[in-house]
């Protein structure tokens, strides 16, 4: 599972360094590929594998539905393959102006996928988060969580 978060630099070619506790997860599938999409305000990357469930399960919603269309539209789209080279993956251009990616990111593990967060981005989400957190906590707790 992907955990942690932590900060990182993009090169001008949009080239992205993969932290070593994320590498070690790709080792353990087999897989030396990312598949990364936008979502909102940073991006979120996949194994290839749990991008396939995700793929499934979206062949089944209703196709004429308003938001089923919205969601293939943005989110399943933008959906690319990121082949791992020498530890790093590089982001298409065009992800990382969706997600107003600059030099710094900040990886943050969501378990079976991590977010690409611009860092003054991620700085203002967190603040909020950790805001939010009480009630959240209080919520889940309902949950068994």
Not at 58 to 63: I, K, R, S
Not at 82 to 101: F, N, S, Y
Request: hydrophobic residues 40%.
């Amino acid at each position: 599972m992907f955990k942690g978060r932590s900060t990182h630099n993009l090169d001008v070619k949009g080239r992205l360094a993969i932290p070593k506790r994320f590498k070690i997860i790709l080792d353990e599938k087999g897989d030396d590929c990312l598949v990364v999409t936008n979502h909102e305000a940073c991006l979120w990357a996949y194994t290839r594998d749990d991008w396939k469930d995700i793929e499934e399960k979206a062949m089944n919603l209703p196709q004429f539905k308003k938001e089923v269309v919205t969601y293939f539209r943005y989110f399943i789209s933008g959906a690319v393959e990121c082949p791992l080279k020498q530890g790093r993956i590089t982001l298409p251009p065009e992800l990382r102006k969706i997600a107003g990616l600059k030099k710094e990111v900040f990886l943050v593990g969501q378990l079976k996928k991590f977010e690409i967060w611009d860092k003054e981005k991620w700085e203002d989400i967190f603040l909020k988060a950790q805001n939010d957190f009480p009630d959240a906590s209080q919520a889940l707790s309902e949950l068994g969580i």
